[in-house]
């Protein structure tokens, strides 16, 4: 199917990482969507930023924690991963605190999510086909 | 419309179980099609036979083998049910267990996801 066919669907993440498995489980529907024949994006927002900070231990809490799984995300064929900009200053983050998703192929250059505003996060909600909320 | 239905949250402890209900019931009666309806997270405790409410209060897991009975599709996540002990077994008639490759294809083919949960 060509890119311009498929479904776009999109997944927002806005709860805080752990105290809940919305997002641990939400990270399964992600993995497993990414299979199938679906334009995915991911866009972390509100209190969701935290799961993207670099250098979680979540030893302590006797979880196994996916840090480790969003690492990976673009080997998941998940490349198309968006934090909003208001939510990380909110919360005194930095582009420097967010983890590697992946690397580039060709420059092997580690890939970060990319910041974004909330105007650009509205613009892409519009095109979606559906939006899966964790 | 073609509809598809997430439920996040388990049965009584939240409404999101009997809005999601409602929201079916009044979908169907303004002549919408319901796609499938999908259990993730704690929402896969809504289907099981064990349940035994009061009798003066609503039978959950019976309100959705109903709506199975229909002729819809109501899908239980395998993944999700497997961590909470949720097995074919336990399960109301009408409903089954798959995986999340069936949330995707409600995903891909209704033309609007409605989740219920927190």
């Not at chain 2, 819809?72 to 949720?86: E, F, P």
Request: charge should be negative; include cysteine.
């Amino acid at each position: 199917m060509s890119e311009e066919n498929k479904k776009k669907i999109m997944f927002t993440v806005r709860k805080p990482p752990h105290g809940t498995i919305y997002v641990y489980e939400g990270l399964e529907v992600k993995l497993i969507m990414a299979a199938y024949d679906a334009d995915i994006s991911v866009v972390f927002i509100d209190d969701g930023v935290y799961a993207l900070k670099a250098g979680q231990d979540t030893r302590e809490l006797g979880i196994k924690g996916f840090e480790a799984t969003y690492g990976v995300l673009v080997d998941y064929e998940i490349q198309k991963v968006f934090v909003d900009r208001k939510s990380m200053e909110e919360r005194g983050l930095t582009e420097d605190d967010l983890l590697v998703i992946g690397e580039d192929e060709d420059t092997e250059e580690p890939i970060r999510p990319k910041m974004v505003d909330s105007s650009e996060i509205a613009a892409m909600m519009a095109q979606q086909h559906n939006i899966l909320s964790f | 419309m073609k509809l598809a239905v997430c439920i996040y949250e388990g049965p009584y402890n939240h409404e999101a179980s009997d809005s999601a209900y409602n929201f079916i019931k009044a979908a169907i009666v303004k002549g919408h099609e319901i796609r499938g309806i999908f259990f993730y997270h704690d929402g896969v405790y809504n289907v099981t036979k064990l349940m035994d409410p009061p009798q003066d209060d609503r039978h959950i897991a019976n309100r959705w083998s109903e709506l199975g009975a229909s002729g819809i599709d109501i899908v239980v996540c395998i993944a999700a049910a497997k961590r909470r002990g949720i097995v074919d077994d336990v399960l109301v008639p009408n409903v089954r267990i798959s995986g999340l490759g069936q949330l995707t294809m409600m995903a891909i083919e209704a033309d609007r996801m409605v989740i219920f949960g927190d």
